[in-house]
């Protein structure tokens, strides 16, 4: 993926973020934790170096939970924002769903398969990832 700044924004655009550069990784999430996060049987993300991504609108609410994991939402509508790992503070993972231009960003694998939902098929070519 080349350089390119991005944007995106909550459901009722109170929160509001920009990302320059390129992500990290792109892909779909089907751990257990995300499923109930979202609401969704999965969740995909983008994942960026947090230096890369800037809140421009409302900061985004924020959750810890006893694994280490910050969830950000957003306060008003409740649109899940972020995930940030503890254990990799380099990494901020954005739900790929908020971005505006979503053409840009096609996921690359998969994490956690062990945990998907039998009927799910999505993507099924692709890899899978920690």
Known sequence: MSEMN????????????????????IGHCHCESCRRQSGSVMTTFAG??????IFTGAMPSRYTSDDGVTRSFCGQ???????????RPHEIHLQLGLFDDLELLAPRDHSFLNEKVSWLHADEHLPESD
């Open 6 to 25: 991005l944007s995106g924004h909550c459901y009722c655009g109170a929160v509001k973020f920009e990302v320059s550069g390129e992500s990290d990784w």
């Open 48 to 53: 960026f170096h947090p230096d890369q991504v």
């Open 77 to 87: 509508c409740g649109s899940p924002v972020a995930y940030e790992p503890a254990d």
